[in-house]
């Protein structure tokens, strides 16, 4: 089926959305029982980690753990943000830089300014971004950051996008109580779906959809480590307790190019292949044998991929036995986990 499509549909009694493009499964997100990244608490400081430069967090669903605790004593009440799921056996990851981020819109009380996507280069666009702001903020202080998804979008809407994201950091905020509570909670895959997915697509609704679609049969071969390349060429994506382990075949390809065309096609694949399976931390690739002189155009690539991915990923560079390092947000639960 060609085009782009976004299902909303369930897998059981957990919400879930997919988006499919030209026939094939290009992001799913699936609600898990884990607490959702962006959700706010107010949590109560437990115990600081001196070595790791930290302290241990009580909040309702369980322990966290903060950086850069300076000022912060046992006791104390203090506003923090998830930002991520926690590893096995390990306290939730948050922070205490809280953003509320909708469609179009991120508000961002600790840091003043308002700011427009780099990628809306047009002047008279910006101009008139920059006067929807300022007509909605007045003289609030909070920060503002404008998305990509603002270009052309309709005044109302975007008004609209601010004003509930800055009463909700406004409310948030302004709650002067020091029990340790939820004040609010992440958003789930089909508000993701809207927040993030803002390419035209038709949008599916029914019940059923991802069998309608064949999301449920993509589902099932992404569970598997392996990953056609074209040529006969497979990378094989396999996450260990340390890390995850990414090797590169060259298949039946016995060219002297074989090498740096599995690479390349590599390099465009990894992110969907990750993003798909739910992995982050520390990603190892083995690639296929190439001359050191490639090694540039392999992170060129590599490094022009990951910028058209949401999660943040970090390019750490070539290890002593020509291996590739990255460093992958852990954004999502893999879906290992999810499926089980």
């Known amino acids: 089926m060609k085009g782009r499509s976004i299902i909303l549909d369930h897998m059981g009694d957990r919400e879930a959305a997919a988006m499919m493009v030209d026939g094939q499964l290009e992001d799913i997100l699936i609600d898990t029982d884990a607490p959702r990244p962006g959700t706010v608490y107010r949590a109560i400081a437990d115990r600081p980690v001196k070595g790791q430069g930290g302290m241990f967090l009580k909040t309702p669903d369980g322990s966290a753990f903060l950086r850069q605790i300076k000022g912060l004593a046992p006791g104390q009440p203090i506003l923090v943000q998830v930002t991520g799921y ?31 996507s780099r990628q809306i280069k047009d002047e008279a666009e910006r101009d ?31 008004a609209e996008d601010i004003a509930q994201m800055a009463e909700l950091a406004a409310r948030i905020l302004a709650d002067e109580s ?9 958003d789930g895959p ?7 997915w803002v390419a035209p697509a038709d949008v599916v609704t029914d019940a059923g959809g991802f069998e309608a679609h064949g999301v449920l049969d993509a589902l099932e071969t992404v569970r598997g ?15 260990t307790r340390a890390l995850v382990a990414v090797d590169v075949n060259t298949g039946s390809d016995a060219s002297l190019a074989a090498g740096i065309k599995a690479n390349m096609a590599c390099a465009k694949a990894l992110p969907r292949a990750l993003r798909l399976r739910g992995l982050g931390g520390q990603i190892v690739l083995d690639l296929a044998p190439m001359p050191k002189k490639d090694r540039r155009s392999f992170e060129t690539v ?16 070539w290890t002593p036995l020509g291996h590739f390092e990255l460093q992958r947000k852990r954004a999502r639960l893999p879906l290992s986990e999810v499926l089980t």
């Open 86 to 116: 926690a590893e096995p056996g390990k306290a939730l990851p948050v922070t205490q830089k809280l953003l509320f981020k909708s469609r179009y819109a991120i508000v961002t009380p600790g840091a003043p300014g308002i700011n427009i």
């Open 128 to 158: 008139r971004l920059l006067e929807i702001a300022h007509d909605v903020l007045s003289d609030q202080p909070t920060g503002l950051i404008l998305r990509s998804s603002c270009g052309g979008a309709p005044v109302d809407a975007i």
């Open 178 to 186: 020091r029990e340790m509570e939820v004040l609010a909670e992440g």
């Open 190 to 196: 089909h508000l993701l779906a809207w927040r993030d």
């Open 225 to 239: 480590p392996e990953v056609s390349l074209g040529a006969g060429a497979r990378l094989y994506v396999e996450p």
């Open 302 to 317: 590599l490094r022009q991929s990951f910028r058209a991915d949401d999660i943040e990923t970090a390019l750490v560079g």
